[in-house]
């Protein structure tokens, strides 16, 4: 696995975690593209930095402020990354908690991320990504 990629995962992750949306940037791929997961409403594509930004930045706004974290890495081979993102979550007005876990497949160029295909199951995310359990 690409401790590279690793760790640009991490310093994208840190960066959105602060809510530092230059740091997130600079860490993309210009021509990045986002792929929600499929029990989303939104289920559309979202293609450049600023778009992607902006649509992770108002999907987690009904929840009260919290990090994200990582919590696996599993390498997909040619420039992949299949990781499982978690964060238990609390809304601003219900107070209900709930859990967010989710798996995610990366890929990279050139040491900057070029696309994320997110999914619910990690057994959807290691087939997307062409492995298996």
Not at 18 to 42: G, Q, Y
């Amino acid at each position: 696995m690409s401790q590279e990629n690793v760790e640009t995962l991490r310093q994208l992750l840190d960066a959105f975690n602060r809510r530092d949306k230059a740091a997130w940037i600079a860490l993309s791929d210009p021509e990045t593209e986002n792929f929600p997961p499929k029990e989303w409403p939104e289920q559309a594509s979202i293609r450049g930095p600023e778009a992607i930004w902006d649509f992770y930045v108002e999907a987690v706004g009904a929840w009260e402020e919290g990090s994200f974290e990582w919590a696996e890495f599993i390498d997909a081979g040619a420039n992949r990354i299949v990781a499982h993102q978690r964060r238990e979550v609390r809304g601003r007005t219900s107070g209900a908690a709930v859990a967010w876990s989710y798996w995610v497949v990366f890929m990279f160029r050139d040491g900057k991320l070029l696309r994320s295909e997110w999914f619910a199951d990690r057994s959807e995310a290691l087939e997307a990504a062409g492995l298996r359990e």
